[in-house]
């Protein structure tokens, strides 16, 4: 029975295979929070410039959707990385 669980000589390479192996699941998980925050931040966006059409259009019933959509995309709601064109 002594022998059947001996202690390693040696755990030299141990912990590069643990590195190795923990490594790509913390950078997945870290990729996956900055997604997550980049979509979190373009809904927020996207949230923030409809309620300002319809304020604009509340505030202005003569005008129409047209106008209140320019006077909207002239204020900055969209960072640079999420600059999209609308025609």
């Keep these: ?3 059947i669980f001996k202690k390693p000589e040696s755990e030299s390479g141990a912990a590069i295979i643990e ?4 490594v790509p699941f913390l ?3 870290a990729m ?8 979190s931040a373009a809904t927020t966006a ?3 410039a409809a309620h300002a059409a319809a304020r604009e259009l509340a505030v202005n019933p003569s ?8 006077r909207v995309k002239k204020r900055k709601f969209f960072h640079a ?7």
């Design 1 to 3: 029975m002594k022998g």
């Design 19 to 22: 590195f190795a192996l923990g």
């Design 27 to 29: 950078l997945i998980f």
């Design 32 to 39: 996956a929070a900055m997604e997550f925050g980049q979509i």
């Design 46 to 48: 996207v949230d923030n």
């Design 63 to 70: 005008g129409d959707a047209s106008s209140a959509k320019g």
């Design 81 to 87: 990385s999420f600059a999209y064109e609308y025609n």
